[in-house]
Structure formats: structure tokens, C-alpha cells
């Protein structure tokens, strides 16, 4: 599949579940106190950088953006799905939010001071992952604070249907948590945390922390 058929069926796709979405994941973190530490350490590191704009890439209907609101980051959110971004602005409306790709990044150079990819990794494909990662280091200044969430695994699956019997037709990419790191490491990020979980969130979750080099 090529590229912008495969972003067309993850935009449709989140397009077609983003209400249904919302509701059931609204509380999921409530029972993920393990991610929710994660995303506490986050953001103390936001808090070390200097504070700042943080991006949530891939933001969905904006609760982990809303999450780290509450910790005091100021988060926007990102996401490849219009209809996903509706219910976020519904949901959230205090809170900024923007239609967006993190395959073609609309950020400048060094404009954030850190960024989160929640479980949004995980539709990007092998062949795809290492120019996100290069957008990444592109746009979170020096010093800046990275925090990955994504489903642990080695295969890729066909997601057809899901969040309330809806159709589907999105790829889900499940990945070892060396191999993240060993990209991030490649493309100018420290890793200073990695761990697995089992919680709400995932199965088999990964969560790496790392820093931007210099």
C-alpha cells in the first residue's frame, strides 16, 4: 500500500470511530498507573527544559494532551484525523489542537520543547518509522524530552473492525522496545527510561523517555 493510500485508510478509519473512540478510551488511564507515571516523569522533564510548547503527535480525541494539561505542560495535540480533532476541540475546548501527519511534521525547526507519540507509532509503517523519527529530532530543541508509547510485538496485524463495531482498515505495527530505542538512539535522542506494561492501555506495552542530543 502505498503512501497516501495508507494514510487515507488511517484518516477514514479514525474519521469513521472517533466518537465511539472517545468514549471508550476516555478512562483508560485512570487504570494505567504505570503510564501515568510515565507521563509524569514527562513532565517534570518539560518542566527541567524550561517549560514550553509540547506536542502530542497523534493526539486522537485529546485526553493524554488534556493529561499532561493537568501536570502543567502546555500541550497541543496533532493528529492525522479531522474527525478525531472535532471531538478533541469538543472535548476539550480550552486546549489547542491541529489537523496534522507525523510524516510530514507542520512544526518549525527547534520549536518544541518536548514531544509525545501515545500509541500513534504503531500505524506508521517500517518503512516510514525513521523519517518520523528524523521530523522528531527536527523539531524539539536540544535538551528536549521524548516520550514514546507503543505496543510491544513483532508482527503486524490488520485491524478491520473496532471502538464499537465500526469498520476499520488500519495496520498496527507492534515492535520490541531495543528496536524504538535503537532508532531514537540513531536519530539524536538519548534513552534515559524503557519498561514494559501491562495495563488498560496495552497487552504488552512499551514506554521509552529519552532526551534530544545536543
Not at 522533564?45 to 502546555?74: K, S, Y
Not at 528496536?179 to 504488552?204: I, N, Y
Request: charged residues 25%; aromatic residues 6%.
Amino acid at each position: 500500500m502505498d503512501d497516501d493510500a495508507w494514510l487515507a485508510a488511517t484518516r477514514t478509519s479514525y474519521d469513521t470511530v472517533a466518537v465511539s473512540y472517545a468514549r471508550l478510551v476516555r478512562d483508560l488511564l485512570a487504570e494505567a498507573p504505570y503510564e501515568r507515571a510515565g507521563l509524569a516523569s514527562f513532565a517534570e522533564l518539560v518542566e527541567a527544559a524550561g517549560g514550553g510548547p509540547v506536542a502530542d503527535v497523534g493526539c486522537g480525541t485529546g485526553r493524554i494532551t488534556a493529561h499532561l494539561h493537568t501536570l502543567g505542560v502546555d500541550a497541543f495535540g496533532i493528529d492525522l484525523s479531522p474527525g478525531m480533532i472535532e471531538v478533541a476541540r469538543r472535548d476539550h475546548p480550552g486546549l489547542r489542537f491541529e489537523v496534522g501527519s507525523m510524516t510530514d511534521l507542520d512544526l518549525a525547526d527547534d520549536s518544541v520543547t518536548g514531544l509525545v507519540a501515545w500509541y500513534s507509532l504503531i500505524h506508521i509503517p517500517d518503512d516510514r518509522i525513521d523519517a518520523v523519527f528524523a521530523h522528531f529530532r527536527r523539531v524539539v530543541r536540544p535538551g528536549g524530552p521524548l516520550l514514546l508509547g507503543f505496543h510491544v510485538g513483532d508482527e503486524t496485524t490488520l485491524k478491520t473492525e473496532g471502538y464499537g463495531g465500526h469498520p476499520m482498515n488500519v495496520r498496527v505495527h507492534r515492535r520490541q522496545p531495543a528496536e524504538v530505542a535503537a532508532r531514537m538512539r540513531q536519530h539524536g535522542f538519548t534513552v534515559d527510561s524503557q519498561s514494559t506494561v501491562t495495563s488498560a492501555e496495552s497487552r504488552l506495552g512499551g514506554v521509552i523517555v529519552g532526551r534530544r542530543q545536543p
